[in-house]
């Protein structure tokens, strides 16, 4: 997927948001850090764009709360940044891949340790399948079927300097996309 085709689902989950949520009142987005950052900004301008009213936005650490967090010698952290309580908010949860689903549950973790949202809705920009907890999202931008010896990657302009969807073959150490 190029960059207006990433456009046109962004568009699209923000429209589907509003749909769900009889408006933009009463929401946040959240995003998992890194990529599902700048989607969530990106998901906030276009509601912003057709409400009238741009969500509140917050930035979501999962580090320590990942099931893996002992086999990593020196995680990455960075600093969750949720400015507004999330008690009783709609709270969207944005991320770049839904793959096994144990991100969305350390995420999911380390959100009700700031509190009681009234509910909590998933958007991701792919949804590759391959689940191991009871997991779904609520919006998708794009299901991209694949294989556990694949690797698919979303880039976005702020981070990677382009938007793009991309699989790659594990394997492949010297670049690999198709």
């Known amino acids: 997927m190029d960059d207006q085709g990433m456009d046109r689902a962004i568009t699209r989950i923000a429209h ?3 749909e769900h949520n009889e ?3 009463g929401i946040a987005l959240v995003g998992v850090l890194r990529r599902g950052v700048p989607l969530a900004e990106r998901l906030a301008d276009k509601i912003a764009g057709i409400e009238g009213a741009r969500p509140k936005i917050g930035k979501l650490d999962i580090s320590f709360y990942r099931d893996d967090y002992a086999r990593h010698i020196m995680p990455v952290l ?4 949720i400015m507004f ?3 009783g908010v709609d709270v969207i949860l944005v991320d770049d891949v839904l793959y096994t689903g144990r991100t969305v549950r350390a995420a999911l973790d380390a959100l009700m340790d700031l509190g009681r949202p009234k509910s909590v809705q998933l958007a991701v920009m792919v949804d ?6 009871p997991i779904r999202a609520d919006y998708v931008g794009k299901n991209v079927p694949s294989s556990r010896e694949e690797d698919v990657r979303v880039s ?3 981070l990677d300097g382009k938007d793009a969807i991309e699989i ?3 394997e492949k150490t010297a670049g690999g996309a198709r």
Do not use: Y
Not at 78 to 81: L, P, R, S, Y
Not at 128 to 133: F, T
């Open 128 to 133: 590759r399948g391959h689940r191991e907890l």
């Open 23 to 25: 408006g933009a009142r």
């Open 16 to 18: 589907e948001i509003i």
């Open 156 to 158: 976005v302009t702020s």
């Open 85 to 87: 309580p999330i008690d």
């Open 78 to 81: 960075h600093a969750t940044d």
């Open 168 to 170: 790659w073959d594990i």
